[in-house]
């Protein structure tokens, strides 16, 4: 099924906002959400790239550029891929992670780095099998 890809605008917010929520299964404070989603549109190191089919947003990706001290080397976080569970199986999430390394090599990165929730076995697979590897373990505390 062909796709498009272009840069998400201020104008996507609502349907990131579902797709986000889809990914998480929850919703979010819709306010909060578009302000902080505004905020990263402006920010150099941030990224986002949107999927489409027939016109409508069923994918996004998001990337973000660091200089992690300890790994001495600019790295690409891939902070959200999401697909609408329907288009799923379609190569939309490998053409929306092989564009987010193609950015990422383009901007210097030597590596990628992704979180994945530990119950998305699904998610494991997919990114096992494009050639990501299981290296740490991710800790968090809410403030």
Same mark, same amino acid.
């Given at each position: 099924? $062909?796709?498009?890809?272009?840069?998400?605008? $201020?104008? *996507?917010?609502?349907?990131?906002?579902?797709?986000?929520?889809?990914?998480? &299964?929850?919703?979010?404070?819709? &306010?909060?959400?578009?302000?902080?989603?505004?905020?990263?549109?402006?920010? $150099?190191?941030?990224?986002?790239?949107?999927?489409?089919?027939?016109?409508?947003?069923?994918?996004?990706?998001?990337?973000?550029?660091?200089? $992690?001290?300890?790994?001495?080397?600019?790295?690409?976080?891939?902070?959200?891929?999401?697909?609408?569970?329907?288009?799923?199986?379609?190569?939309?999430? &490998? &053409?929306?992670?092989?564009?987010?390394?193609?950015?990422?090599?383009?901007?210097?990165?030597?590596?990628?780095?992704?979180?994945?929730?530990?119950?998305?076995? *699904?998610?494991?697979?997919?990114?096992?099998?494009?050639?990501?590897?299981?290296?740490?373990?991710?800790?968090?505390?809410?403030?």
């Amino acid at each position: 099924m $062909p796709c498009e890809l272009r840069p998400a605008t $201020p104008a *996507d917010t609502d349907a990131v906002y579902g797709l986000i929520c889809e990914l998480k &299964q929850k919703e979010y404070d819709r &306010q909060t959400f578009a302000a902080g989603f505004a905020a990263n549109l402006n920010t $150099p190191s941030q990224r986002y790239q949107l999927a489409l089919v027939n016109g409508e947003i069923v994918g996004l990706i998001g990337l973000q550029m660091m200089f $992690p001290l300890n790994l001495n080397c600019w790295i690409g976080e891939i902070q959200e891929l999401v697909i609408l569970p329907q288009m799923r199986g379609l190569n939309i999430g &490998q &053409q929306l992670l092989t564009w987010a390394e193609e950015e990422a090599r383009q901007r210097g990165a030597s590596l990628m780095e992704l979180s994945s929730g530990k119950v998305r076995t *699904d998610a494991h697979r997919f990114y096992l099998r494009e050639g990501y590897q299981q290296s740490h373990f991710r800790f968090k505390k809410t403030l």
